[in-house]
């Protein structure tokens, strides 16, 4: 009956989803990984960080839902769907998740881009924030296995790649 009610409830579906078995379900993103991991532990779903080789660098690509071989594997911008009876599946939708790869980076961007890089918080999140006018120095790397980073030229450590903007070259 629970579920019943949780279907109910806006805002816990996406893609349209019109899914009669579905109790809920959510795109997975880098920034939204741990919490989802912590959804699924939290309904006694065994899952684990799913790792690809990506530009010879090993990184987290999604996650592995279930015990194998039953198991399945969403990558970053599909859909996990939680079934009635407690299934998960995986709709192989991609939504953009806004995050680029260290790997998509490298492609795009050599050492020695201009950018402007905020080591601390962006300016929509602090108008007052520190902003480096700067140029990258390394490429682009995964920190962690999981957080795409890059050096830049006077910062002495990482800073994310969702906080640096390569400058527009006009
Ligand atoms: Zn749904």
Redesign the pocket.
């Known amino acids: 009956m629970n579920e019943l009610k949780l279907s109910a409830i806006p805002g816990?579906?996406?893609?349209d989803?019109t899914?009669s078995s579905?109790?809920?379900?959510r795109v997975l993103t880098p920034a939204n990984l741990l919490e989802v991991d912590t959804w699924l532990d939290n309904a006694g779903v065994f899952t684990k960080q799913f790792y690809e080789n990506v530009a010879g660098e090993l990184v987290i690509t999604g996650l592995r839902i279930g015990e194998r071989p039953g198991h399945v594997v969403a990558k970053f911008g599909n859909t996990i769907?939680r079934h009635t009876g407690g299934r998960h599946s995986v709709r192989p939708t991609s939504h953009p998740t806004g995050e680029l790869s260290a790997a998509e980076w490298n492609e795009r961007y050599p050492i020695g881009t201009p950018v402007v890089a905020y080591p601390g918080f962006r300016p929509e999140d602090d108008p007052h924030c520190t902003r480096l006018v700067t140029k990258t120095r390394t490429k682009a790397s995964t920190y962690g296995g999981h957080t795409p980073v890059i050096w830049v030229e006077g910062h002495g450590a990482w800073i994310a790649l969702t906080h640096v903007d390569p400058t527009e070259v006009a």
């Open positions: 816990m579906h996406v893609d989803c899914d579905c109790v809920r379900c769907v």
